[in-house]
């Protein structure tokens, strides 16, 4: 029999600053209980269920077919993808982008945590994360040996940052800054005057800002970016994403955008960690970056509006209530006083109605008592979810 012990072997210590991801975690349960039968409908990761545009995939198609196509890729990606970017952030937010110095493409937006902390923050350096937010920042934050310092989200305040309670802080040890809108998980919209006052806020405390923004084009009429107040580029950065807004999560594309110095300091970090993407996925998706305003209106609005209304009647078949204006892929809702905390209730409803949903824990304590659903799901599933709440509520009230 093989032995426990492992010949005395132990991990690094850095491993019990952190736990398996609650979605890795919670997923495998998924599985086992699906192996059993249950049929669980999963309304809980933003994972898009639709396919990226026509072009997209006959252009990948087409370069996997070129005998040349197959040899590494510079780690700044080929300069059509990059070129593909700058358009792409000229096009839709009016901000200009060098794309030989100023762009580096990413394998997703976990890369671009990873490399960013590693070009900015010594062990034992402090980053500011937001509460509820992103868990990956906390994670990867820790693992990499810099201290987490929370700064409250709350719904009274649209989950802007709370620029009174950051001005209190001491900020002596910090040095970058994790913001993300429009907001995950709660759904605030991005701001131009938050965006105003981040770029304010990271001058005079010499903190870097990164501004994660992969949810723009969900859910959402007017697409803007931190880097268009004046003067951003010079002390922030911001991360955008194909994995939402071109229903490619699975490709792994993403761009890191900021000032030519800030680029080349991630550069030597990301250059000694991957090797770049597949030249096909490069080239597909710098076709994707040219879908028209049609192609977004039908795969991020109207589709996710329908679903969004069948997502609004399962929160209130829970009684939890939300507010109507937020965009994304996800509907956050706060839990009615009568359960203990989100957690019970999404256990309920795993167990009884067969459906998962998110407790708001994972994202901070400030989620303690709100859930999330993810709009990710085809519109049948979101009805039979909807059915199965209504009578597992409807059967607790008998």
């Not at 034992?124 to 987490?148: H, I, M, R």
């Not at 110095?261 to 550069?267: E, H, M, P």
């Not at 209106?297 to 209530?321: F, K, P, Q, V, W």
Request: net charge neutral; charged share 25%.
């Amino acid at each position: 029999m093989e032995s426990n012990q492992h010949n005395g072997i132990q991990p690094a210590d850095r491993l019990s600053l952190v736990s398996e991801y609650y979605f890795s975690r919670k997923l495998k349960e998924v599985a086992r209980l699906n192996a059993e039968g249950k049929d669980i409908i999963s309304l809980a990761i933003g994972s898009p269920d639709m396919p990226p545009s026509p072009q997209t995939v006959e252009k990948l198609c087409e370069v996997a077919h070129r005998p040349d196509a197959h040899g590494y890729q510079p780690t700044m990606g080929t300069p059509e993808l990059r070129q593909a970017m700058a358009g792409f952030y000229r096009r839709w937010y009016g901000v200009e982008l060098d794309p030989e110095t100023e762009i580096l493409p990413l394998i997703g937006s976990k890369e671009g945590i990873l490399h960013v902390t590693l070009a900015f923050v010594n062990p034992g350096d402090e980053v500011l994360v937001p509460n509820p937010g992103y868990p990956t920042y906390t994670s990867l934050s820790k693992l990499l040996g810099a201290k987490v310092v929370n700064y409250d989200l709350n719904e009274a305040d649209g989950w802007q940052p709370d620029f009174g309670q950051l001005e209190r802080m001491d900020l002596s040890r910090v040095k970058l800054m994790w913001t993300n809108y429009p907001n995950m998980p709660t759904g605030g919209n991005a701001r131009m005057e938050t965006y105003e006052r981040l770029v304010s806020f990271a001058r005079r405390h010499s903190i870097v800002v990164v501004n994660d923004n992969p949810y723009s084009f969900i859910l959402n009429e007017r697409p803007i970016s931190l880097l268009q107040v004046p003067g951003a580029k010079e002390c922030c950065i911001e991360f955008n994403s194909m994995s939402k807004s071109h229903n490619m999560p699975g490709w792994r594309v993403g761009q890191c955008s900021s000032n030519a110095t800030f680029i080349s300091w991630i550069l030597k970090v990301k250059s000694n960690i991957d090797s770049g993407t597949f030249r096909g996925l490069q080239l597909a998706a710098a076709e994707a970056y040219g879908n028209d305003a049609e192609w977004h209106r039908h795969a991020n609005i109207d589709t996710y509006s329908r679903r969004r209304g069948i997502a609004e009647a399962i929160m209130a078949a829970l009684g939890c209530t939300f507010d109507s204006s937020q965009v994304g892929m996800f509907l956050w809702g706060r839990i009615p006083d009568c359960y203990r905390d989100a957690e019970q209730l999404t256990e309920m409803v795993l167990r009884e109605a067969r459906v998962f949903i998110t407790p708001g824990f994972i994202f901070g304590s400030n989620g303690r008592r709100h859930v999330r659903i993810s709009l990710c799901a085809k519109d049948e599933k979101l009805s039979e979810a909807l059915a199965r709440v209504e009578q597992m509520m409807a059967a607790r009230k008998a």
